[in-house]
Antibody
Framework: EVQLVESGGGLVQPGGSLRLSCAASGFTFSSYNMNWVRQAPGKGLELVSYISSSSSTIQYADSVKGRFTITRDNAKNSLSLQMSSLRAEDTAVYYCGREPPIAVAVDYWGQGTLVTVSS | QSALTQPASVSGSPGQSITISCTGT?????????VSWYQQHPGKAPKLLIYVVTNRPSGVSDRFSGSKSGNTASLTISGLQAEDEADYYC???????????FGTGTKVTVL
């Protein structure tokens, strides 16, 4: 069974940093591209970052470029998102998602982890 | 890259069919067949319903179907059921550095 479990969310002050993690199981992690997608309270979905299976291609939303860094460890089946210079508008539920090889989509989602940026 | 445009809400009675539109540009929906649709119930993670315009993942009801014409993609839900009441989002590959963009979301209400 495919499982994606996020952790690391919490309350952080503006300007602070936080590191999110996603533990993957039930599939060959190294064969899949991965995404971080976020959803602000009461709002829609936004792709935050994408990383290819070998980490050769990395992409970011303009809203987080230069502040967030996505990485993966295929040996440990884990995905991370290092977030710095956090702003109130980064407050959201952050989902880890698997991208199937045949589509630009997310076929499996984690349960999400809430990041709240507030003083 | 701007969000794709969806109607804020769509409603229908049980058993009816409804269609949700997703309008983009020639740089996203119109330029690629990587259009997907997601269903999201309150407090839950999204669920993939349709990928590559018309394909359903294993386990997704055939009451859900997708199509595309020009810069507009559509999701049709036939035989509407109470459990279909949820938020629906489309997404499309953009070919740009942001990779793909989501729609604004549509709240489906079963009357």
């Amino acid at each position: 069974e495919v499982q994606l479990v996020e952790s690391g969310g919490g309350l952080v002050q503006p300007g602070g940093s936080l590191r999110l993690s996603c533990a993957a199981s039930g599939f060959t992690f190294s064969s899949y591209n991965m995404n971080w997608v976020r959803q602000a309270p009461g709002k829609g979905l936004e792709l935050v970052s994408y990383i290819s299976s070998s980490s050769s291609t990395i992409q970011y939303a303009d809203s987080v470029k230069g502040r967030f860094t996505i990485t993966r460890d295929n040996a440990k089946n884990s995905l991370s998102l290092q977030m710095s210079s956090l702003r109130a508008e980064d407050t959201a539920v952050y989902y880890c998602g698997r991208e199937p090889p045949i589509a630009v989509a997310v076929d499996y989602w984690g349960q999400g982890t809430l990041v709240t940026v507030s003083s | 890259q701007s969000a794709l445009t969806q109607p804020a809400s769509v409603s229908g009675s049980p058993g009816q069919s409804i269609t949700i539109s997703c309008t983009g540009t020639s740089s996203d929906v119109g330029g690629y067949n990587y259009v997907s649709w997601y269903q999201q119930h309150p407090g839950k993670a999204p669920k993939l319903l349709i990928y590559v315009v018309t394909n359903r993942p294993s386990g997704v009801s055939d009451r859900f179907s997708g199509s595309k014409s020009g810069n507009t993609a559509s999701l049709t839900i036939s035989g509407l059921q109470a459990e279909d009441e949820a938020d629906y989002y489309c997404s499309s590959y953009t070919g740009s550095s942001t990779r793909y963009v989501f729609g604004t979301g549509t709240k489906v209400t079963v009357l």
